[in-house]
């Protein structure tokens, strides 16, 4: 099972999302930023680095918004 976190960004009443890029998996489609959790890093530190990585800005986690799981199945 793949672990990952995502953003829920607001600001002046608007929800950041992001597309993502065409070397990127899903390419074009569109995503709240994040990634995948590494290896002993806690959700928190996850989308702190993702955030800083992707979008180039240092970010402080506030609220958990919720967990969901989903089955994925690749298409080529
Ligand atoms: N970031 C993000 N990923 C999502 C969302 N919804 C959703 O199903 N996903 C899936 C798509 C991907 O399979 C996975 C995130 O993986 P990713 O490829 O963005 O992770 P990463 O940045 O660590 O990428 P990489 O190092 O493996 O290239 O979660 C969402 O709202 N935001």
Redesign the pocket.
């Known amino acids: 099972m793949?672990e990952?976190t995502?953003a829920i960004i607001i600001n002046d009443g608007k929800v950041l999302i992001a597309q993502?890029a065409e070397n990127?998996?899903?390419a074009g489609k569109w995503?709240?930023?994040?990634?995948?959790i590494e290896s002993g890093e806690t959700p928190e530190e996850c989308l702190i680095r993702?955030i800083n990585e992707?979008l180039g800005i240092n970010i402080e986690v506030n609220d958990f918004f919720g967990k969901v799981y989903?089955n994925?199945i690749w298409k080529k």
């Open positions: 793949k990952v995502a993502r990127q998996k899903l995503e709240f930023p994040g990634g995948k993702e992707e989903i994925m």
